[in-house]
T-cell receptor, first 109, second 113 residues
Framework: GEDVEQSLFLSVREGDSSVINCTYTDSSSTYLYWYKQEPGAGLQLLTY?????DMKQDQRLTVLLNKKDKHLSLRIADTQTGDSAIYFC?????????FGTGTRLQVFP | KAGVTQTPRYLIKTRGQQVTLSCSPI?????VSWYQQTPGQGLQFLFE???????NKGNFPGRFSGRQFSNSRSEMNVSTLELGDSALYLC????????????FGPGTRLTVL
């Protein structure tokens, strides 16, 4: 099926690291994406990883990809209150994106 | 470059009416995709247009249709609106389609009463 799974909620203290996990379904996905959605807004592309990579780092963001287990994670270092949002992972499948259910990240002081 | 723009940002309609939403892609982008976002179903793919042709379609009824113009701008139409059509409709563009990175607009919030 086309179910990309994510945990629904994550709560972290400001300054700590956040890890958001995603399990995807299509092993032929060329790219895997992380998008951020703030209240009332559209989707903001955060980062992506090509399927032949294991890791990608972009400033505070680290993406890890385990193709064997079809597991993708996004680590946010030094999480700030401005990082509070919903985070979606997405896989590419036959000319469209299949999105996960989204993880709501809440950052408290 | 300007980002993806969508108009209108908010819309209120009643059941049975029809609605047209507009999306202007990033300059130079020829692929436009539409997604529906609802609390219950999450983000679901509607359709994708490339060079005025629909290349891919999601699992939505025929009441949902779209088109793309020669300048790559796209419109989405929903006829005979139902309460369940209330959603955030997001448009995304890129140069040539998935798997290349898609850039999203702010969305149109449609409320059906």
């Amino acid at each position: 099926g086309e179910d990309v799974e994510q945990s629904l909620f994550l709560s972290v203290r400001e300054g700590d690291s956040s890890v958001i996990n995603c399990t995807y379904t299509d092993s032929s996905s060329t790219y895997l994406y992380w998008y951020k959605q703030e209240p009332g807004a559209g989707l903001q592309l955060l980062t992506y990883i090509f399927s032949n990579m294991d890791m990608k780092q972009d400033q505070r963001l680290t993406v890890l990809l385990n193709k064997k287990d079809k597991h993708l994670s996004l680590r946010i270092a030094d999480t700030q209150t401005g990082d509070s949002a919903i985070y979606f992972c997405a896989e590419t499948s036959t000319d469209k994106l299949i999105f996960g259910t989204g993880t709501r990240l809440q950052v408290f002081p | 470059k300007a980002g993806v723009t969508q108009t209108p940002r908010y819309l209120i309609k009643t059941r049975g009416q029809q609605v047209t939403l507009s999306c202007s892609p990033i300059s130079g982008h020829r692929s436009v995709s539409w997604y529906q976002q609802t609390p219950g179903q999450g983000l679901q793919f509607l359709f994708e247009y490339f060079s005025e042709t629909q290349r891919n379609k999601g699992n939505f009824p025929g009441r949902f249709s779209g088109r793309q113009f020669s300048n790559s701008r796209s419109e989405m139409n929903v006829s005979t609106l139902e309460l369940g059509d209330s959603a955030l409709y997001l448009c995304a563009s890129n140069e040539a389609g998935v798997p290349d990175t898609q850039y999203f607009g702010p969305g149109t919030r449609l409320t059906v009463l």
